[in-house]
């Protein structure tokens, strides 16, 4: 079992459109997070969701939108997607008192 | 913020060497992981290790938290470990975001 899984794996869009990317766990944690990975290969927090409330937002634009329909799903949705937002986006759960973070296998985001 | 910084940067060994990774960070931290994101971009999570000594089969870590500062040790090194070796530490209990090292990247050659 999976987990924690995002889609797709692979996205290839044009600029300007709108798009999404969904996580979803199944380990019962209530911490979530999107981690964006640039083109030189530096990873960093976006956001991070505990209990359907988002606690951090790393002055990420706000064409960003993390949408968490319940504990165990945490989607990001995009507007006006730029060619500056190619990179691979990963997913991640946590639980409160157990500190490690569980991350998904990631989705590389190409813009063009 | 807190700090996290990796060495070194690339590596190139040949297949059976060992090889040491090194990260240090700049304040006291909760959680420590390392993991190796494979030539496939997946990230793999090798060890939870906010202190002491963990082995696993001929990768092993130390993390002297007094220190401030991880080892990774691969040994006997295989093509298969080739790609980037992450560090990554969360200063806080309370399921805050991880902070990544920029990583290392290796390369086994046969």
């Known amino acids: 079992d999976t987990a924690v899984s995002q889609t797709p794996k692979y996205l290839v869009t044009q600029m300007g459109n709108d798009k999404s990317i969904k996580c979803e766990q199944n380990?019962?944690?209530?911490?979530m997070y999107w981690y964006k990975q640039d083109s030189k290969k530096f990873l960093k927090i976006m956001f991070s969701y505990n209990n359907k409330e988002l606690i951090i937002n790393e002055t990420v634009p706000n064409r960003f939108s993390p949408k968490s329909p319940d504990k165990a799903h945490l989607n990001l949705h995009i507007n006006s997607l730029e060619l500056g937002d190619s990179a691979v986006y990963f997913c991640a759960s946590s639980q409160a008192g157990q500190v490690r973070q569980y991350f998904g296998p990631g989705t590389r985001l190409t813009v063009t | 913020g807190i700090q996290v910084e990796q060495s070194p940067p690339d590596l190139i060994l040949q297949e059976g060497a060992n090889s040491t990774l090194r990260c240090n960070f700049s304040?006291?931290?909760?959680?420590l992981q390392w993991f190796h994101q494979n030539p496939w971009g997946q990230l793999i999570n090798l060890f939870y290790i906010p202190s002491g000594t963990k082995q696993n089969g001929r990768l092993s870590a130390t993390t002297v938290a007094t220190e401030r500062y991880s080892l990774l040790y691969i040994s006997s090194s295989q093509t298969t470990d080739s790609g980037v070796y992450f560090c990554a530490v969360e200063r806080y209990s309370g399921n805050t975001p991880l902070v990544f090292g920029k990583g290392t990247r290796l390369s086994v050659i046969a």
């Open positions: 304040d006291s931290v909760n959680n």
């Open positions: 380990l019962g944690h209530d911490t």
